[in-house]
């Protein structure tokens, strides 16, 4: 069984992928605002700095965004 923490993250990315498309469905926000909001999640963890461990797992998230920014849902991945 995975760990609290595992399941925490998954369910947040789930949460936050909904509401990003949902917002993008009714057009609360332009799809240039949400692709920004994407760009920025993934620099954040692009230039993040830490152990070898931590930037290990920075890349992994920011790789996880931009396939989300590139269209494709990646919990089905997880």
Do not use: F, W, Y
Request: charged fraction near 25%.
């Amino acid at each position: 069984m995975p760990d609290q923490k595992d399941c925490s993250g998954i369910a947040a990315l789930s949460i936050c992928e909904a509401i990003l498309l949902a917002m993008s469905d009714h057009k609360l926000l332009p799809e240039r605002e949400i692709a920004g909001i994407l760009r920025d999640a993934a620099a954040t963890h692009e230039n993040a700095v830490g152990t070898a461990k931590e930037m290990e797992t920075h890349r992994a998230v920011a790789g996880l965004i931009h396939r989300i920014a590139d269209g494709g849902s990646v919990l089905h991945q997880l």
